[in-house]
């Protein structure tokens, strides 16, 4: 076996042993060369060999993983540490899911003089992870409309490649749980998914903040920074509101697109990374490019993939599927037995035309679970907002569920198709005055209401 | 007698189910040695590798790691099989044909 070279390694040896041995993982220590140095006892029993046997040999042939290619790009990748994810079939022949965690060793020098190799068996919790997770597209995505299902189905496509994608649609629509649902599914996973908010950050603090700064290289940085864009190394980088993006960065963002590497603010080092770009914007891009806001050499090159989330107003029965998802979470969250929604409730909001998109749902629902204190959410319970005349008038949505019946609240309703909140409550006075016979005082008290509102209200829509 | 090794390079692969090349030799009785000859394989296939481990009617396999269904299997096929070695493939043909080669050997 060759005679591996002396270095630093060599003289911290007693030490580094004793550390090693107290890890639970299999840990080894590897030249440049990537052959065998040290390893822990856990490893020895994972390989089946003692140190003494395999000392100088390339870990591939000791470890039996298929990272070998990975491993071969650790010292090349510039002083980063790998996480690598593969199998290995240990000493009683059985094929280990493992992660690999591969850090560069730094001699006094700053050279690397070897690897860290931290070796752990992740078989359990893989199988854990499919038991419990199921597929991260279905757990975020949620909806069972055409359109919500054809984006579904390509996430595999999306989640595959490592083409830019460009996501479009309108606020609150979910285009961050997209981007997120893409990147589990895909072979960055294990990375970071990074997002930044274009729209968010001052135009002066967005390319540091991107691409990172050196200390000095303005007034204010006393240190330096990495910028997102090296944080996300390996994983995904999500721009949301890729519009609002100033256009002294798109160039900047067009040659990291192209060529994968960027210099920080005041460095002349250049940086390599290896990060997949995810954009997403619910502006519309083209318009920005006839309005010469946005270059369309970056538009084309961020369009490779495109996917565009459908607005709520779209996905029909969706609604109901999420204003039962939404109870389920702010019950658990706020600790509420809220059982369901009266039918008027039910009604109106299926035909609300959700200018926020799933976002505005949620909130209502956050709203309403708080404010209602018995078991069935009522319309008095939504925001008022929603329901104040002169509001946007809720317009009936095509494809979604044609009736609701809640008989605890409402026995025997007949089906209505109001228009507004100022209709269901004429209709909602009428019905009870019909069934008290005109008994005011009945009525109101059936209704919820004192004596003078009723009468206000009878006055105000001309009922009298 | 007839030795299959997997082969990466001139070293025995380290693992079975992911090899691409093996090298083949007979050994005649009586004889010292054989002309081994080198089959490359369409792809890495634990299941492919077996066939032609059957095909050839092969006595013993010499190789790295190897998952335990397809050990046995091989066994249960009265192939011997002497895994997780290390070392070039010459050394451990010879050691093979002269019975000296034992599982999980550094050579």
Redesign the interface.
């Known amino acids: 076996m060759k005679q591996i070279e002396s270095s630093e390694l060599l003289s911290r040896q007693v030490e580094i042993i004793d550390v090693m041995n107290g890890i639970p993982h299999g840990v080894a220590l590897i030249d440049k060369e990537l052959r065998i140095f040290s390893m822990n006892r856990v490893l020895e029993v994972m390989t089946g060999y003692c140190t003494e046997a395999v000392q100088g040999i390339h870990c591939n042939y000791v470890l039996r993983t298929d990272c070998d290619e990975g491993l071969n790009k650790v010292l090349n990748n510039g002083g980063e540490t790998l996480i690598l994810e593969g199998s290995s079939i240990d000493a009683n022949r059985k094929k280990v899911s493992v992660r690999i965690t591969a850090s560069p060793l730094k001699g006094r020098t700053g050279g690397d003089d070897g690897l860290l190799l931290v070796m752990e068996d992740i078989s359990m919790l893989k199988e854990m992870d499919i038991k419990l997770q199921g597929s991260p597209e279905k757990k975020n995505l949620l909806g069972n409309s055409p359109k919500l299902q054809e984006i579904i189905e390509l996430l595999p496509v999306f989640a595959y490649t490592d083409a830019t994608l460009l996501i479009t649609g309108e606020t609150g629509t979910g285009k961050d749980l997209l981007a997120e649902a893409i990147h589990k599914s895909s072979k960055r996973a294990k990375y970071p998914f990074i997002k930044v908010n274009c729209g968010a950050i001052p135009e002066t603090l967005l390319e540091s903040e991107l691409f990172g700064h050196v200390r000095g290289a303005f007034t204010g940085a006393n240190s330096d920074k990495p910028g997102m864009f090296r944080l996300a190394q390996g994983g995904t980088l999500f721009l949301t509101e890729i519009g609002d993006l100033p256009l002294q960065l798109q160039v900047k963002l067009l040659t990291v697109l192209d060529d994968k590497e960027f210099y920080p603010l005041g460095s002349s080092k250049k940086i390599k990374v290896d990060v997949r770009l995810i954009t997403g914007t619910h502006r519309d891009l083209k318009l920005l490019l006839d309005e010469g806001k946005f270059r369309d050499d970056l538009y084309y090159r961020l369009n490779v993939l495109r996917a565009h989330m459908p607005s709520l107003r779209e996905r029909g029965d969706d609604v109901l599927l999420l204003m039962n998802h939404f109870l389920k979470e702010f019950n658990n969250n706020l600790g509420k037995g809220i059982k369901g929604f009266a039918s008027y409730a039910i009604d109106y909001l299926m035909r609300y035309e959700y200018p926020g998109n799933v976002r505005e749902l949620r909130n209502i629902l956050e709203h309403a679970v708080n404010i209602c204190q018995c078991d069935i959410i009522q319309m008095e319970h939504l925001p008022a907002y929603m329901l104040s005349a002169g509001e946007k008038k809720p317009a009936p949505v095509a494809g979604r569920l044609p009736d609701f019946k809640d008989e605890a609240i409402t026995p025997g309703a007949p089906r209505r198709n109001f228009a507004s909140w100022t209709e269901i409550e004429k209709s909602r006075i009428l019905e009870a005055m019909v069934e008290t016979k005109g008994n005011r005082s009945e009525a109101a008290v059936k209704l919820g209401w004192s004596r003078s509102t009723l009468w206000r209200k009878i006055k105000y829509y001309g009922l009298d | 007698m007839k030795i299959l090794v997997t082969l990466t390079a001139d ?2 692969a ?3 189910d ?1 090899c691409t090349e093996v090298l083949i030799a007979e050994f005649a009785e009586g004889s010292a040695g054989a002309v081994p000859r080198n089959v490359l394989l369409p792809g890495p296939s634990a299941d492919e590798l077996c066939s032609l481990i059957l095909k050839e009617n092969i006595d013993v396999v010499v190789c ?5 269904s397809f ?1 046995q299997y091989l066994v249960w096929k009265k192939v011997g099989v002497i ?2 070695i ?1 070392g070039t493939s010459a050394k451990a043909l010879q050691l093979a044909f002269e019975e000296r080669l034992q599982p ?1 050997a ?1 050579i």
Do not use: H, K, T
């Not at chain 2, 790295?64 to 335990?68: P, S």
């Open positions: 070293d025995i380290p693992r079975f992911l790295g790691g190897i998952e335990d050990f895994d997780r290390i999980g550094v």
